[in-house]
């Protein structure tokens, strides 16, 4: 039997779903703004959407990875190239499936309510369960204590103070996110605009301005066989992705979009491709500043090429650029995350304080407080690396799984209103899928010790869904038939739904 795929980009009506059917809650500050059906209001427009992805994503990795991944293909340039063209297309691949799943439901939680609907509310819940253990509190960590390091060489701190800076530099974030997230959302336009700004100027300048590298793309053997170049690509492949994670944490925050079925897939397909291109730029910039050698060997290569062409001053402010980035990225990932323990709260499976939505600041209030304190437990340990390492192969199983709740939401409600709909169904999930479960396997064959307690941490959620299950006393608590929540016409959803 011959597979119909749809090629086309399409956006439906201009029409809002559930999420846009209820008025302003009691927390909005601006009367009339639409709420979701969990009374967070809809604050955030295409440009928030864009700055949470882009901010998300570029964090400390494209100032240091190049290296890396250089290293890893034997020096040879256009290959290092390709290996992050293809990292950018794996990550539109999941943003463009995730955006149709954004778009057809946009509610607080993003991939925890994917998987919840299509698979149930045990997955869900071990997703959630990692995410607030140490995938979004690791992140956290591991982000504020990259903020100390990097101001180490500025200005001499020591081991304690580092600490304190640490904690308290998430202490102020969420207290910003707290207060509202217009407040945040704000925070994070400027914070990204500018460490975007700052790397589209590294990268013009560098490529502008000559160096003593020699020709600029002419690709640097290491004598490596062609065999294990390629394998060393399919290494490096897994290394790009980690730098290329974050973008799929804007789903997090679906449910304060207003007019998502317009704007979400936008800003996620947007805020991705800008990514892609600021990557590939810098790394382009790196090897005509250094030399595709210099770069294999720099660990701090932003700060390094740009101090070899105009001078140690120069260095000083990459420094400062990447404290900016690794300060965006901490900020968007307390802005979104969150909500899927809001979410997870929501449905009984979590503690109830959680899903509170501040009267006065209309935000998952408790929900920020409870990962902030949880993420700065983990900084002042020191334990957050080695849980971070533990469960990035957990991390993108579940990835997998949430874009495959795809084809469960096409099959089980395929008359369902679909605003965006991903180009070339089915093969665009599937192949985020696979590429999903390639990093999956990765990670088990190179770390398997590491990998096997990532799944350990994981299933360590299973005791504690049973127990929030038997303390709600709901079975599995608020956990609906999602998919009769969707509109099932564009006529219906006209009629039931007031003007944004």
């Given amino acids: 039997m011959a597979v119909r795929h749809d090629c086309r980009m399409r956006d439906g009506p201009?029409?809002?779903?559930?999420?846009?059917?209820?008025?302003?809650?009691?927390?909005?500050?601006?009367?009339?703004?639409?709420?979701?059906?969990?009374?967070?209001?809809?604050?955030?427009?295409?440009?928030?959407?864009?700055?949470?992805?882009?901010?998300?994503?570029?964090?400390?990795?494209?100032?240091?990875?190049?290296?890396?991944?250089?290293?890893?293909?034997?020096?040879?340039?256009?290959?290092?190239?390709?290996?992050?063209?293809?990292?950018?297309?794996?990550?539109?691949?999941?943003?463009?499936?995730?955006?149709?799943?954004?778009?057809?439901?946009?509610?607080?939680?993003?991939?925890?309510?994917?998987?919840?609907?299509?698979?149930?509310?045990?997955?869900?819940?071990?997703?959630?369960?990692?995410?607030?253990?140490?995938?979004?509190?690791?992140?956290?960590?591991?982000?504020?204590?990259?903020?100390?390091?990097?101001?180490?060489?500025?200005?001499?701190?020591?081991?304690?103070?580092?600490?304190?800076?640490?904690?308290?530099?998430?202490?102020?974030?969420?207290?910003?996110?707290?207060?509202?997230?217009?407040?945040?959302?704000?925070?994070?336009?400027?914070?990204?605009?500018?460490?975007?700004?700052?790397?589209?100027?590294?990268?013009?300048?560098?490529?502008?301005?000559?160096?003593?590298?020699?020709?600029?793309?002419?690709?640097?053997?290491?004598?490596?066989?062609?065999?294990?170049?390629?394998?060393?690509?399919?290494?490096?492949?897994?290394?790009?992705?980690?730098?290329?994670?974050?973008?799929?944490?804007?789903?997090?925050?679906?449910?304060?979009?207003?007019?998502?079925?317009?704007?979400?897939?936008?800003?996620?397909?947007?805020?991705?491709c800008g990514v892609v291109f600021l990557y590939v730029l810098a790394n382009v910039a790196y090897a005509h500043a250094l030399g595709p050698a210099a770069v294999a060997h720099s660990d701090r290569v932003a700060g390094d090429a740009v101090s070899a062409v105009f001078g140690g001053w120069a260095g000083r402010i990459m420094t400062v650029v990447v404290e900016i980035a690794v300060f965006s990225a901490l900020n968007s990932v307390i802005l979104t995350a969150p909500r899927v323990f809001y979410a997870m709260a929501r449905d009984g499976l979590f503690f109830r304080r959680l899903a509170e939505v501040h009267p006065r600041f209309g935000t998952p209030a408790f929900a920020i407080i409870a990962g902030a304190l949880w993420a700065m437990l983990l900084a002042a340990s020191g334990t957050y690396e080695q849980l971070l390492t533990y469960v990035i192969g957990t991390g993108w199983a579940f990835y997998g799984l949430a874009a495959a709740t795809l084809f469960w939401y096409r099959r089980h409600r395929p008359n369902a209103v679909r605003p965006f709909r991903v180009p070339c169904y089915p093969v665009v999930p599937a192949l985020f899928v696979l590429a999903s479960l390639g990093v999956v396997i990765e990670s088990l064959v190179a770390q398997p010790v590491r990998a096997t307690i990532g799944l350990g941490i994981a299933l360590l959620g299973v005791p504690a869904y049973f127990a929030w299950r038997l303390r709600s006393g709901r079975g599995a608590g608020r956990v609906p038939d999602a998919g009769a929540a969707l509109p099932d016409s564009g006529a219906e959803v006209a009629a039931r739904t007031p003007p944004v």
């Fill in 14 to 272: 201009r029409h809002g779903t559930a999420g846009d059917m209820t008025t302003a809650s009691a927390g909005d500050s601006r009367p009339g703004r639409p709420a979701a059906p969990s009374g967070l209001p809809r604050v955030l427009g295409l440009a928030d959407l864009i700055a949470i992805v882009l901010g998300t994503v570029i964090g400390s990795g494209i100032f240091m990875v190049p290296g890396v991944v250089l290293r890893d293909v034997g020096g040879h340039l256009g290959l290092a190239l390709g290996v992050w063209v293809a990292g950018g297309v794996l990550s539109l691949l999941g943003a463009l499936t995730y955006g149709e799943l954004g778009a057809l439901l946009p509610e607080a939680g993003g991939l925890y309510v994917y998987i919840r609907d299509a698979f149930g509310p045990l997955p869900a819940f071990l997703y959630g369960w990692t995410q607030f253990l140490v995938i979004a509190s690791g992140s956290v960590a591991t982000l504020a204590v990259a903020f100390t390091v990097y101001l180490g060489t500025l200005t001499p701190i020591g081991a304690g103070t580092g600490r304190l800076v640490a904690v308290g530099l998430i202490a102020i974030c969420a207290a910003i996110n707290v207060w509202g997230t217009r407040k945040s959302a704000d925070m994070q336009a400027w914070t990204t605009a500018a460490k975007a700004l700052a790397i589209l100027v590294m990268g013009v300048a560098l490529l502008l301005v000559p160096s003593a590298a020699g020709p600029s793309l002419s690709p640097a053997s290491a004598g490596m066989s062609t065999g294990a170049m390629l394998a060393g690509a399919g290494v490096a492949v897994v290394a790009t992705m980690w730098s290329y994670e974050g973008w799929q944490y804007v789903t997090f925050a679906a449910g304060e979009a207003r007019n998502p079925q317009r704007t979400f897939a936008r800003g996620l397909v947007v805020g991705t």
